[in-house]
């Protein structure tokens, strides 16, 4: 299995940056894509950021030039800085990879971390 670890997370006022942080571990032959998802109160889980084991990106509109995101192959972990920061940025952000373990090398899976609160006061 692959655990998914975020950190970061936290209380900003509106127009402040903040930087979460994601590490994987485990039994990992190869992670594919690493990114972010998030999810505010009564809304579904929708995409933040992915980028790819090569280093290509893609954001939600809604965060574009805002948010960046960034990766470190060697540590397995995926990083978003955030800056500009609104009140409707509130909600879970999600760490998200996808990847291949030594024991099941040919199935591509996914997983999700437990999930970072980032709140956007005004």
């Known amino acids: 299995q692959v655990q998914l670890v975020e950190s970061g997370g936290g209380l900003v006022q509106a127009g402040g940056s903040l930087r979460v942080s994601c590490a994987a571990s485990g039994s990992i032959f190869s992670i594919d894509a690493m990114g972010w998802y998030r999810q505010a109160p009564g809304k579904q889980r929708e995409l933040v950021a992915l980028?790819?084991?090569?280093?290509?990106?893609n954001y939600a509109d809604s965060v574009k030039d805002r948010f960046t995101i960034s990766r470190d192959n060697a540590k397995n972990t995926v990083y978003l800085e955030m800056n500009s920061l609104k009140p409707d940025d509130t909600a879970v952000y999600y760490c998200?990879?996808?990847?291949?373990?030594?024991?099941?090398?040919?199935?591509?899976?996914?997983?999700w971390g437990q999930g970072t609160q980032v709140t956007v006061s005004t």
């Open positions: 980028i790819s084991r090569g280093g290509s990106t």
């Open positions: 998200y990879c996808n990847a291949r373990l030594y024991s099941t090398i040919w199935r591509l899976s996914d997983y």
